[in-house]
């Protein structure tokens, strides 16, 4: 059973930056890819950004460019890094990780751009 630990959301303005950060319980070897997604009030949950466990990564449109995603092997956690934020990024972020055969989430951390 993976756990997972996110932290980093908050209250930014416009063209703000956040990195947030998401700890698994277990090392990275029984873990094939990591990922962000967030669900916005009303909407469905959407993939972020991606990264497999040989590095690739892999970004929706509305993120390539503007965000960043990240690992530290050492210590089973990966980032996104957040910059530009627009209003519309506005969302509840879960972190995933998905091993062969089982796919799990963190409790989500909110991200509210605002002025």
């Known amino acids: 059973q993976v756990q997972l630990v996110e932290s980093g959301g908050g209250l930014v303005q416009p063209g703000g930056s956040l990195r947030l950060s998401c700890a698994a319980s277990?090392?990275?070897?029984?873990?094939?890819?990591r990922a962000w997604y967030r669900q916005a009030p009303g909407k469905q949950r959407e993939l972020v950004a991606s990264?497999?466990?040989?590095?690739?990564?892999n970004y929706a449109d509305s993120a390539k460019g503007r965000f960043t995603i990240s690992r530290d092997a050492a210590k089973n956690t990966v980032y996104l890094q957040m910059n530009n934020l627009k209003p519309e990024d506005t969302a509840v972020y879960y972190c995933?990780?998905?091993?062969?055969?089982?796919?799990?989430w963190g409790q989500g951390t909110q991200v509210t751009v605002s002025s």
């Open positions: 277990e090392s990275s070897s029984s873990i094939r890819a």
């Open positions: 995933n990780a998905r091993t062969v055969l089982n796919s799990y």
């Open positions: 990264i497999t466990i040989g590095g690739s990564t």
